[in-house]
């Protein structure tokens, strides 16, 4: 199972960009990266998923290096409303990329904290 | 649709007593996860099942006992309650179509033991 690491916490100011990288040295050929947001009290919810290069969406963008061995996040313009905890997810569940072990092991997460 | 939905929302047991939390989903999707939350912390895996029938073991499933009988339904059983076990409780199900590959979670229920 690839094992995430991101850093604990990151603040930032409203209208900033923020980027936050998690590293995952052991992913496998199978695996796809997958960010999820938390806000207090609720579920993790989708953000953004990739497997390689870069994925971006009305949200967010994911920057995936071609050794995959780590991803980025990139928020831009964040707002106070991005407050959250911010987990890597790196599994291989899809059928669609022939896995089947389905055990999503959460990372400790990156608490953002968005500044006025 | 409802999605993933979790009951009860609130529950406070007492040391030893027994309870089962409620998991269903409405999406026909094969795989579902039970997860635990600890104050402050992340996620962690109790229990997952890739299809009815099929259950397996996450990183913390002593204590606790699941069943998938059907696609939809996926409960979670506490057999005596500790305080260790005073956590949110998160189910969670997953689409693993090739267009739409991600964890749908429910709501979650708060316990906890006195």
């Known amino acids: 199972l690839a094992k995430t690491t991101q850093p604990i916490s990151m603040d930032s100011y409203e209208g900033q960009e923020v980027n936050i990288t998690c590293s995952h040295n052991n992913i496998a050929t199978n695996d796809y990266i997958t960010w999820y947001q938390q806000f207090p009290s609720q579920g993790p919810r989708f953000i953004i998923q990739?497997?390689?290069t870069k994925v971006t969406n009305e949200v967010a963008s994911l920057f995936i290096p071609a050794d995959r061995k780590s991803s980025t996040l990139s928020l831009p313009r964040v707002s106070l409303s991005d407050t959250a905890v911010y987990y890597c997810l790196v599994g291989d569940t899809a059928s669609y990329y022939g896995g089947s072990q389905g055990n999503l092991i959460f990372g400790k997460g990156t608490k953002l904290s968005v500044k006025p | 649709n409802a999605g993933v939905t979790q009951t009860p929302k609130f529950r406070i047991l007492k040391i030893g007593q027994s309870m089962t939390l409620q998991c269903t989903q409405d999406?026909?999707?094969?795989?579902m996860y039970w997860y635990r939350q600890d104050p402050g912390m992340g996620l962690k895996l109790i229990y997952y099942?890739?299809?009815?029938?099929?259950?397996d073991k996450g990183e913390v499933p002593n204590g606790y006992n699941v069943s998938r009988s059907t696609t939809e339904d996926f409960p979670l059983r506490l057999e005596l309650a500790a305080p260790s076990q005073t956590s949110v409780y998160f189910c969670?199900?997953?689409?693993?179509?090739?267009?739409?590959?991600?964890?749908?979670f429910g709501s979650g229920t708060q316990l906890s033991v006195l």
């Open positions: 990739g497997y390689k």
């Open positions: 099942s890739v299809g009815a029938g099929i259950t």
């Open positions: 999406m026909n999707h094969n795989y």
């Open positions: 969670a199900s997953f689409s693993d179509t090739a267009t739409n590959e991600k964890l749908f």
